[in-house]
C-alpha cells in the first residue's frame, strides 16, 4: 500500500499562484508516479483561511449559500485526486475565518457540510482501513477555543478513547494530525506528556508511524519506538514537498521510501 503525505497547501481562491500551481504539480506528479500512489493524506491548513466569517457560515449551514473557499477545494479534490483516494486532517488554518478564529463548532460543520457524500473528510477524526493497513486521521484542533490554543496541539478525552479502540485492532497502523509534537524523553511520565503520546505508547506494536504538518519544516524523530515525521509546507517549496511511504501489511512495516532524500532538522 503506497501512499504520499502533504502538508500546508495553504490554498486559496488564486489557483494560477504560485499554491495553486505547486498544489496542481504535486498533484500531477502522484498520478505519474511507478508503482502507483494510491492515497494521499492532508495533514491540515488546506486553506489560508476560509475567508468568510461565522455569520456566513451560520447561514451556509442553515441552508443559505456555500462558502466558496470549501466550494472551490472540493471541486479541486475531485478534479485532481482521482484514482488516487484522498484524506484531509483539519489544521488551525482550515477552521479560521478572515484571519481570526473564535470557535470550533461552526468551521467543522462547515466543513463536513461542504465534503459530506464524498470519502475526503468524513468525520473530525476518522479511519481508513486498505490493504491490510490502518490509517487513523486525527483532529489536534479538538479543544481549540481561542487563537492561541488553536496552535497548539489538542486531543479531547472521546477522541482518544476512540483512538485506543481503533489501535486496539491490531493492524500496522499510521497515524496522520496536524501539529507537530516535539521529542519528549522516553519513559516520560503520562502526566507530563501531550495526551495522545500515552495512547500512541500503550499501542506502539502496532503504530508503526505518525505524520504531522505545521512547522513548515521537514523533521523526524522516534519515540518509544515509534517513528514520528514532519512534512515540510507545500506551499513554500518550488519543488513538489512530500513523504513518499508504503505499508507492508504482510510484515507489519512502514517505510518512508524517498527519507534519504529530505532535508531534516
Avoid at 477552521?95 to 463548532?105: C, I, N, P, Q, R
Avoid at 461552526?106 to 493497513?133: H, I, M, N, Q
Avoid at 513538489?240 to 507489519?252: K, N, Q, R, T
Wanted: contains cysteine.
Amino acid at each position: 500500500m503506497r501512499f504520499t503525505v502533504i502538508s500546508d497547501t495553504h490554498l486559496d481562491p488564486d489557483l494560477s499562484g504560485d499554491r495553486g500551481v505547486r498544489f496542481l504539480a504535486a498533484m500531477g506528479l502522484f498520478r505519474s508516479m511507478t508503482p502507483p500512489v494510491e492515497a494521499i493524506f492532508h495533514t491540515g491548513d488546506n486553506v489560508e483561511v476560509l475567508l468568510t466569517t461565522g455569520e456566513d457560515t451560520q447561514a451556509y449551514l442553515d441552508g443559505g449559500p456555500p462558502i466558496d473557499m470549501l466550494d472551490l477545494y472540493r471541486g479541486l479534490v475531485q478534479e485532481q485526486a482521482p484514482p488516487m483516494a484522498y484524506y484531509i486532517a483539519m489544521g488551525n488554518h482550515d477552521d479560521t475565518y478572515l484571519g481570526y478564529f473564535t470557535e470550533k463548532a461552526r468551521p467543522l460543520a462547515a466543513w463536513l457540510k461542504a465534503f459530506r457524500d464524498t470519502p475526503y473528510f468524513p468525520a473530525a477524526y476518522y479511519s481508513v482501513e486498505r490493504r491490510g493497513c490502518l490509517f487513523v486521521v486525527l483532529d489536534s484542533t479538538d479543544l481549540a477555543t481561542t487563537d492561541d490554543t488553536n496552535r497548539q496541539p489538542t486531543f479531547g478525552q472521546p477522541q482518544l478513547d476512540w483512538l485506543d479502540a481503533e489501535l486496539a485492532r491490531g493492524l500496522p497502523t499510521v497515524v496522520f494530525w496536524h501539529h507537530w509534537i516535539e521529542r519528549p524523553v522516553d519513559g516520560t511520565a503520562d502526566a507530563d506528556l501531550n495526551p495522545l503520546l500515552p495512547v500512541l505508547r500503550s499501542h506502539k506494536a502496532n503504530v508503526k508511524a505518525a505524520f504531522t504538518g505545521h512547522g513548515h519544516e521537514w523533521r523526524r524523530m522516534e519515540w518509544e519506538g515509534i517513528r514520528f515525521f514532519e512534512t515540510s509546507a507545500m506551499f513554500e517549496n518550488a519543488e513538489p514537498a512530500y513523504h513518499l511511504a508504503e505499508c507492508d501489511p504482510v510484515s507489519g512495516a512502514v517505510t518512508v521510501l524517498n527519507e534519504g532524500d529530505l532535508p531534516y532538522l
